[in-house]
């Protein structure tokens, strides 16, 4: 086994949902580590650190943040090293933030122009602590038929680019792209890329959006899916027409999440569940309260699935 297929693939790792035992069950179920991406409290307006401390007063251990969110901080005269501390202060850990550099694409003066957003993005990540960065198809997203060996080459310069940056770019599904809409085209570009950070950062409503069966997760290992992006979605609308907006809780929706989450346990039960909705309507509401039932909501359906 090469490589990058042994950090993608480890059926070692692996377990049958129903084969373990009460007592692994609560040690898998205690072990997640829960974070707030930002954009569930976004249209709520509180600014970026208020964001920050609403989800430490929730009760979360993480935070997922936007690296549009970090520019702004900064351009309104915040420093990383206040912000660092601030985190720090409220006892969370920054385990991954979403940007849209355009590593991906077919136009090389494009790709390198998105290879410097993304060796910025993550050497500002690094000074806070943060870990991880999505690296979504961004820019490749409205024509199909990208040449996934070719991005498998891409994602390989983007985490040579992460490792020396000490933050590890973690391949985005996204449903509604023409290219990497699919479980099975992310793991490919993510084993063909022959590295050994190689993986993945799915998420419960762009597997369905994309069209994969979420029976694909069982297939992969420990350090496939170092996070995964938690929500729900309703019946209505189709998955034709159905958009981020429409996101929901967890257990709020018809995703099939007792599934999910026994499998997520199986694959890394120190995973963490990062709560990411863009719900108009919960934007309306106080961010505090929409944090805190997110968190309660998302426990209870680990507690479902794991209980």
């Not at 979360?60 to 090293?81: C, M, N, P, S």
Request: charge should be negative.
């Amino acid at each position: 086994m090469g490589t990058a297929t042994g950090a993608v693939f480890g059926a070692s790792l692996l377990k049958e949902a129903g084969g373990a035992t009460p007592e692994s069950n609560s040690m898998e179920r205690d072990s997640f580590k829960y974070c707030l991406n930002t954009s569930t409290i976004r249209g709520q307006n509180l600014g970026f650190i208020r964001e920050i401390e609403v989800a430490a007063e929730a009760g979360y251990d993480a935070v997922e943040l936007w690296i549009r969110a970090i520019r702004a901080h900064l351009a309104e005269g915040g420093t990383l090293k206040d912000l660092d501390a601030r985190i720090k202060d409220l006892g969370l850990t920054v385990e991954s933030a979403i940007g849209y550099a355009k590593w991906i694409v077919d136009d090389p003066q494009e790709r390198a122009e998105g290879l410097e957003e993304a060796k910025r993005d993550m050497e500002m990540l690094a000074k806070i602590g943060g870990k991880r960065i999505a690296a979504p198809p961004s820019g490749a997203t409205e024509r199909a038929g990208l040449d996934l060996f070719e991005a498998a080459k891409r994602y390989r310069a983007l985490l040579e680019l992460g490792e020396k940056m000490g933050v590890t770019p973690m391949l985005e599904v996204w449903g509604f792209s023409k290219n990497l809409h699919r479980l099975g085209e992310a793991v490919l570009v993510a084993i063909e890329s022959g590295h050994p950070d190689a993986c993945l950062l799915p998420d419960v409503y762009h597997i369905y959006k994309g069209g994969s069966d979420y029976t694909g997760l069982k297939m992969l290992s420990q350090t496939s899916i170092p996070a995964f992006h938690m929500n729900d979605f309703p019946a209505d609308p189709p998955r034709e027409t159905i958009a981020d907006k429409d996101r929901v809780y967890p257990g709020d929706g018809v995703a099939p999440l007792d599934r999910i989450l026994r499998d997520l346990a199986g694959i890394n039960a120190g995973m963490v569940l990062s709560l990411e909705l863009f719900n108009p309507n919960y934007w309306k509401q106080d961010a505090l309260d929409v944090a805190k039932t997110g968190l309660l909501k998302l426990k209870a359906a680990v507690e479902s699935a794991l209980g």
